[in-house]
């Protein structure tokens, strides 16, 4: 079984930067999607970026042109540098795998397993 583990979060001001990490055990190169999402207490996840086995992109409105998802070239560690911080994107990210390659949009978490614990990402 793949497993993911979140790393690279931390407390920042607003207008700074951090870059996030997801390590993966077990293969992930089968998989369709490996995205970002993100949960604020109180909030619903919500996707943040993904992306696919092709190297296509996807990513919110609220993020872009200040998020970057990138992979290594072994596609086991897909990277999420986050520019520009605002206090709204204070938030637990978490790094998920696609396998099943669903139809929903590249966002919808059903589509998703496995997750990892998460990393906090405090923006003040």
């Known amino acids: 079984d793949v497993q993911l583990v979140e790393s690279g979060g931390g407390s920042v001001q607003a207008g700074g930067s951090l870059r996030l990490s997801c390590a993966a055990s077990?293969?992930?190169?089968?998989?369709?999607?490996m995205g970002w999402f993100r949960q604020a207490p109180g909030n619903e996840r919500e996707g943040v970026a993904s992306?696919?086995?092709?190297?296509?992109?996807y990513y919110a409105d609220s993020v872009k042109g200040r998020f970057t998802i990138s992979q290594d070239n072994d596609r086991d560690i897909p990277y999420l540098q986050m520019n520009s911080l605002k206090p709204e994107d204070t938030a637990m990210y978490h790094c998920?795998?696609?396998?099943?390659?669903?139809?929903?949009?590249?966002?919808?978490?059903?589509?998703?397993?496995?997750w990892g614990q998460g990393t906090q990402v405090t923006v003040s």
């Open positions: 992306i696919s086995r092709y190297g296509s992109t």
């Open positions: 998920a795998a696609d396998f099943i390659g669903a139809s929903g949009g590249w966002s919808n978490t059903m589509r998703y397993n496995p």
């Open positions: 077990g293969n992930t190169g089968s998989c369709y999607l």
